[in-house]
T-cell receptor, first 112, second 112 residues
Framework: GENVEQHPSTLSVQEGDSAVIKCTYSDSASNYFPWYKQELGKRPQLIIDIRSNVGEKKDQRIAVTLNKTAKHFSLHITETQPEDSAVYFCAARMDSSYKLIFGSGTRLLVRP | DSGVTQTPKHLITATGQRVTLRCSPRSGDLSVYWYQQSLDQGLQFLIQYYNGEERAKGNILERFSAQQFPDLHSELNLSSLELGDSALYFC???????????FGSGTRLTVV
């Protein structure tokens, strides 16, 4: 069935360090992989996404990599800042389905 | 403002009652998705509509139902409410299947 595993569940880094969050998906037909950031009590917001025909995508301090063979993708945040503290969710969508299956989330804490 | 409007923002009701949550998608978006997020939990997919038709169903309880109207707004009906139904209910919309979602601000349901 459709499943997305996300690790770690919590991550604490020092301001200025890098943070990496990893996800694995089960369905090889998945072709779209977004990442969402959710601050406490607020809605999830799309921060970056990648499609299956691309191996890497970068947007300022945020980058996502995709390894289709291994069925995993990762979020990389460089030069972390306290305002990066939030819960991050990865997700995957199959070509034949419109729904996104979300990972369980990673609570990122950036210590000043 | 994301453009996805959810009402009400907060709802407190007693066990056994029935409530209706409403969602208006962004202008031009044909797909509407409903997700449930319990305290400190991930995003559980409930149901998806595309241009008035049900397209995908997740782990939605039989006590829950939804529909999308001709003007594309959607309603999620929750009946015979139990304490465990207390959660944040998010609606999201997208213009087409291969686009990312935009989430509304959610409805926080508290069952007492």
């Amino acid at each position: 069935g459709e499943n997305v595993e996300q690790h770690p569940s919590t991550l604490s880094v020092q301001e200025g360090d890098s943070a990496v969050i990893k996800c694995t998906y089960s369905d090889s037909a998945s072709n779209y992989f977004p990442w969402y950031k959710q601050e406490l009590g607020k809605r999830p917001q799309l921060i970056i996404d990648i499609r299956s025909n691309v191996g890497e995508k970068k947007d300022q301090r945020i980058a996502v990599t995709l390894n289709k063979t291994a069925k995993h993708f990762s979020l990389h945040i460089t030069e972390t800042q306290p305002e990066d503290s939030a819960v991050y969710f990865c997700a995957a969508r199959m070509d034949s389905s419109y729904k996104l299956i979300f990972g369980s989330g990673t609570r990122l804490l950036v210590r000043p | 403002d994301s453009g996805v409007t959810q009402t009400p923002k907060h709802l407190i009701t007693a066990t056994g009652q029935r409530v209706t949550l409403r969602c208006s998608p962004r202008s031009g978006d044909l797909s509407v998705y409903w997700y449930q997020q319990s305290l400190d939990q991930g995003l559980q997919f409930l149901i998806q509509y595309y241009n008035g038709e049900e397209r995908a169903k997740g782990n939605i309880l039989e006590r829950f139902s939804a529909q999308q109207f001709p003007d594309l707004h959607s309603e999620l009906n929750l009946s015979s409410l139990e304490l465990g139904d207390s959660a944040l209910y998010f609606c999201a919309s997208s213009p087409a299947p291969d686009y990312g979602y935009t989430f509304g601000s959610g409805t926080r349901l508290t069952v007492v």
